[in-house]
């Protein structure tokens, strides 16, 4: 399994500002991953975010937006920008070890 | 995998009762599949997998189906308990390296 802490746990922000999440694992891993959960639904996959590399989107999900650092291998930011009440979501940071991932306990945002 | 939905589904259940949360996943090729349990506030956490070179996979209290030929997994839980309440999604792997993908999730309710 892998051990994954973010922080902020919960945030309320002003609509026009932006945040940085920061998601700690570990142990080394290659692979991560940002997902967005929007409150009763599933988990979208935001962008994947591998050592060495630029972070690869999903479509509707753009850099500028939400911009993702992966300066090494047990550590990375997500940082939503220029906020809306749109953007009030959980976030989740996610691992992958072997063929399974493990998540993080997201971060609460909400946007007002 | 299943797209984004709307809100999840409900099950149901008596304590003590077995459940018994269903996902239907699109991509044949899928070789590895996972079962999430999300409890409010926290993150996805790994319950149990399954490869696709199996049908049938016990854990404890916790067993999970596969049906290559319809497509469909399914997660049984014995003797339920309060503390099964939660939301449970299906993940599968579609191969390599690529992101889990997720089903729509269901909300399983305890009724004690």
Redesign the interface.
Known sequence: SAVISQKPSRDICQRGTSLTIQCQVDSQVTMMFWYRQQPGQSLTLIATANQGSEATYESGFVIDKFPISRPNLTFSTLTVSNMSPEDSSIYLCSVRRGDTQYFGPGTRLTVL | G?S?????PTLSVQEGDNSIINCAYSNSASD?F?W?KQES??????II?IRSNMDKRQGQRVTVLLNKTVKHLSLQIAATQPGDSAVY?C?E?IGG?T??V????TRLSVIA
């Open positions: 299943e984004v939905g709307l809100h999840l590895y996972i999430y506030g926290k993150g996805p956490q790994f997998d999604f993940a792997n390296n992101p889990l997720f089903g729509k999730g």
